[in-house]
């Protein structure tokens, strides 16, 4: 079974296989006009004070080319402590125009520009507040806080963010004085020291200056470069290393902004380290998500690359349940031909032993490695060991079987019971771990249910919209859009599923089930050679068919 798809390669020679748009570049620094933006205020609400005076500077190419300067009447007095802090005077705004005299100009002044301000929110809030009292929209310009990039970017450097702070540890020609021209000009300056402090990683657009982060200040920014020429549709995208092998594999619905999204704000060390080793990036498209989500777990499970946990910590373990001749529930490595149930696969021996917890604590099953020793062994007596007789252990596992086959209650009812006990007595603690075990044993039986009417249902065919989907016994078969001859395509399966559940094959089962939740009625189904349990809706059915093994719980 493999993946017919359309590849796009960025090279290393520069050659590529799709020309960028001039929408795919961004504004670019050079090219973008900034409006500086400072007010004065009665105070800090914008629903209870006024401004008193408002300043404006237009800066394009690093050179201011226009200013907007006024004073502003309140309509009050003016506090005694802002008089003291600006000197701005009661007797200075007689003469002054009220806001809604000044809004038209002041609005025409910043049409089509970028909006910078320290501490923005402040600014930007005041105005909204006059806008709406005038009866006008809101703003709608794009806005840069001076004061957040400084703490992206320089942060560690300077005890605070003031703007005053700034200006002093910058030495910029001009400093702040609480007066609304000076402080725009000392804003200015920022905004130029903190553009030429990024402009060395790579920040070439206003986009990139709006999402840059502290955690990308460190060489590998200027790799985004490499996205620069991605598809925007669903795909499949790789992170390739110096020789070619794969570093991290996902998927997405718009291929280029995903995978830029990985050179903003991502503190995690290991995606760091992920860019750090990135010398290349290769994409492929397909037609559908649940195509690109499929193509996404065979690709982890093929390649297991280092940078996907599911490809690094591939775990195969499985929960156990023998019936005939000795009745046990253990951990098993291997599945084998012994007539067990096999839950699983599983992630670690430590899942298992979880899920094996929570059924002790449902059914009285024993510890004991020798079913004669029930009721008699180390454990029992420790009171760690809940089995009775041999009959009741072999009860106990007959119903940890039918729950693996789909009654779930006979576990889960016990369970909720014995918890709404512990919180009767008021020993909450107890209760609530016993109903995290409940949740994940819940949890583990739904999915290998969902998985097993999967498989049970044989060849499966759906449309979903012009595209035809055909599911073999849990797998994606084949897609193709029958009147788009050059549509990606998945090429008919021709192996046939194993015996048991594989990682790989529990993955791409799970995958499957996720995509028909989601779908909520839209894929409408055509055909199915089996027992199809779930609704048109696509959500899994309460009852199964139990007459097959169960899928992620299977008989050997």
Known sequence: MFLHRRTYVRYRDGTVLRQASFDDLGTPLSGATFCVLDLE??????????????????????????????????????????RALTGITDASLADAAPIEAVLPSLLEFMRGTILVAHNARF????????????????????????????????????????????ARY???????????????????????????????YGVTTVEDLTSISSTRLDGTFRKIKMANDLPRGIGVYRFLGARGETLYVGKATDIRSRVRSYFFGDPRRRMRNLLRETQDLRVEPYASL???????????????????????????????????????????RVPKEDGSLYLGPLRSLKAVRSLIDALRAAVPIHRCAEPRACGRCAFHELGTCSGGDADSHATAVAAVAAALSGDHQQVLRPLEERMRRLA?????????????????????????????????????????????????????????????????????????????????????CAVIVSWLRRQDGSARLISVTG??????????????????????VTRR
């Open 41 to 82: 205020t009665t105070g800090g609400s914008p629903e209870d004070d006024s401004i008193t005076e408002v300043a404006a500077m237009k800066v394009l190419c690093g050179s201011a080319v226009g200013t907007f300067q006024t004073l502003v009447n309140p309509g009050r007095p003016v506090p005694a402590l802002i």
């Open 123 to 166: 600014d930007v809030g005041f105005l909204n507040a006059a806008l709406a009292r005038a009866a006008y929209p809101r703003l709608d310009n794009p806005v840069l806080d001076t004061a957040l990039l400084a703490r992206k970017i320089l942060g560690g450097e300077v005890p605070n963010n003031k703007l005053s702070t700034l």
């Open 170 to 200: 910058l030495r910029t020609p001009h400093q702040p004085c609480h007066r609304a021209f000076p402080d725009v000009l000392a804003t200015v300056d920022l905004l130029h020291h903190l553009i030429e402090r990024v402009a060395g």
């Open 290 to 332: 649940l195509e690109a989500e499929v193509a996404e777990a065979r690709a982890i499970a093929r390649e297991k690359p280092p940078y996907n946990r599911r490809g690094k910590n591939e775990s195969n373990w499985y929960l156990k349940v023998a019936t005939r001749p000795s009745p046990k529930v253990s951990p098993a």
């Open 424 to 508: 009767s007595q008021e020993r909450f603690e107890e209760a609530e771990e016993l109903r995290v075990q409940a949740a994940t044993l819940a949890r583990s039986l739904e999915r290998a249910a969902a998985i097993r009417a999967l498989i049970a249902a044989g060849d499966v065919l759906m449309a979903c919209g012009p595209r035809l989907v055909l599911l073999r016994r849990g797998t994606l078969a084949h897609a193709f859009d029958p009147g788009d001859e050059n549509s990606p395509q998945l090429a008919p399966a021709t192996e046939e599923p194993p015996t048991y559940l594989s990682p790989a094959a529990e993955r791409e």
């Open 531 to 552: 027992s199809w349990s779930m609704p048109a809706g696509c959500r899994p059915s309460t009852t199964f068919d139990r007459r097959d093994p169960p899928a992620g």
